[in-house]
């Protein structure tokens, strides 16, 4: 008996059937519609939890009217804000980092920079965003590089498909962005899609990052953060969106 190789491209065939369980990022992109309708009903049950967490302690007097607030959310180590901070004397910036190493890192730079218009915190972003920070009293917040999620098992927990998703934008001000960065590109096209057809925003860019008036790269051509570093240092691309409340 001769043995013929079997086509690749052939998912009628029982040996690669497996393959075609496995979504194209095409299929993973249009999926996005099912689980919206998913995440909206789990919204009840989604803040419920968490709002039996407390959240880290943000005072409240930071949150004056009239003053510029930007949030860093996942912040590392925190040179990009410090930095920031150094450049913007006017604008109030508060970093949120969870992991213990890093924040410590973080806090410790920005008590010794001695700056008054920075503030940094140890602790999970999440209650913090739904219970401690005012509805329409941030202009901008950043997501660097967060965790990607990549199985479709996980995706609940990327930030726009999370319970969180609707409190960022009830606390940005009417006009406020928020500000992604990612080296997953299919990261970047679901939070448009999301944030375009979920959300009341609108999208300013988004695509392959390049310096622009809101992401202010020129100025740091080496990468803002360290895990941007780390990608620019390798000439891996990088993918941004950018969007605006309406
Ligand atoms: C991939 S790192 C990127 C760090 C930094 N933004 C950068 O670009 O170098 C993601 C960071 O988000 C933090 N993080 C993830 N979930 C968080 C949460 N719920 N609250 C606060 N920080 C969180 C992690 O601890 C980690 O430091």
Redesign the pocket.
């Known amino acids: 008996m001769s043995f013929m190789k079997p086509d690749a491209e052939d998912v009628t065939n029982p040996r690669f059937r497996p393959w075609a369980k496995i979504a194209s990022p095409a299929a993973n992109y249009s999926q996005t519609h099912w689980d919206l309708k998913k995440r909206e009903l789990a919204q009840p049950l989604g803040e419920k939890y968490w709002l039996d967490k407390g959240h880290t302690p943000i005072p409240s007097e930071t949150f004056k009217p009239n003053t510029k607030i930007w949030l860093?959310?996942?912040?590392?180590?925190g040179g990009?804000f410090l930095e920031l901070a150094k450049n913007h004397p006017d604008t109030q910036l508060i970093a949120?980092?969870?992991?213990k190493i890093?924040s410590g890192r973080m806090i410790q730079k920005f008590v010794k920079s001695q700056l008054p218009n920075i503030q940094g915190f140890r602790?999970?972003?999440?209650p913090a965003l739904i219970t401690g920070i005012p509805s329409e009293s941030l202009e901008r917040i950043y997501i660097?590089?967060?965790?990607p999620w990549p199985k479709n098992a996980h995706r609940k927990n990327r930030w726009y498909l999370h319970t969180v998703m609707p409190h960022m934008i009830r606390i940005l001000k009417p006009g406020g962005l928020i500000i992604w960065?990612s080296d997953q590109e299919f990261y970047i096209r679901e939070a448009t899609f999301v944030s375009e057809s979920k959300y009341p925003l609108k999208t300013l860019y988004s695509g392959v990052i390049s310096p622009n008036s809101w992401n202010a790269l020129e100025s740091f051509p080496q990468g803002?953060?360290?895990?941007?570093s780390k990608f620019f240092s390798r000439q891996q691309p990088c993918y941004e969106l950018i969007s605006q409340k309406i």
């Open positions: 860093e959310i996942g912040a590392g180590t990009f949120i980092e969870r992991c890093r602790g999970n972003a999440i660097l590089y967060p965790c960065a803002r953060s360290s895990f941007e």
